[in-house]
């Protein structure tokens, strides 16, 4: 079956679908509980009776162990990215190999896989100019963004084909995606060229980028005095595997335990008195 045939079998998109918070998955559990003590926890391990499969990651072909990991991994938030060439050719691209390093100093990492011929237009640039800016993703204008990942030449830019609106930054050269609610202007801080261990080949190259501005629309934010961004308000999008992009359609509350608290400590104590021989 083809790509336009599967797509021809799928409901249509539910544009009327808003985001809600709900309680975790299993509210009353407690410190120690084993995952079968639910009857979903139950079915879920009952799953490990069809057995597990082995991946040799060294031997594995390349484009299988692609797949596998960008199914595996996810889901994945995805980067837009807008880079500048030597020559002024503006070039848009996503990339799903994307995520934050550190909020100090504030970095972001992306990920670009090598060609024959040598870096991505993105990498190229980003290592030429050391400016460009990462625009977050919303479910209303995939399409536009998701067309900015065909492979056009050095000296096309993708800006025609996407219909978006260009933005002007305000530290780096490369402008930002208008409708983006959420962009991020960047410098690169470090370009590490990632190698075959075998062969030294040039596979990978990863990209640490410093936030310098970020800008941000005000109708995404939470209300309150943290300047958050309100994930039903934002309706960013994030990779699957194969063709499949997600959205964000429920959240939960899971408040993180704090050692402090003494009912955290004696349900440790407890815990472990309970697991001694």
Known sequence: MSRSTEQADLPPFNST???????PPNPQWTFGQPVDATPAGKAWVAGEEAGWDVVDADTEDK???????LSGIA???????????ETGVENLAPFSWFNMVTHHPPLIS?????????????AHNIKATRGFTVNIISETWIESANACSIETPADVTEWPLSGLTKADSIYVKAPRVKESAFSMECE????ID???????AHTTTL???RVRRIHIRRDVLAPGPKRAVDPERMRAISRMGDITYARVGEGFRLSRPVWVEDKVREAVNSVASNATP
């Open 63 to 69: 484009m299988k162990l692609y797949a596998l990991m």
């Open 17 to 23: 679908a808003q985001f809600r918070q709900t309680l």
């Open 188 to 191: 690169l801080h470090q370009a």
């Open 75 to 85: 889901p994945r938030p995805v980067a837009f990215v807008s880079t500048v060439s």
């Open 207 to 209: 990209i640490l980028g």
């Open 194 to 200: 990632i190698t075959d261990p075998d062969t030294g």
């Open 110 to 122: 992306i990920s670009s896989g090598v060609r024959s011929t040598g870096d991505k237009d993105t």
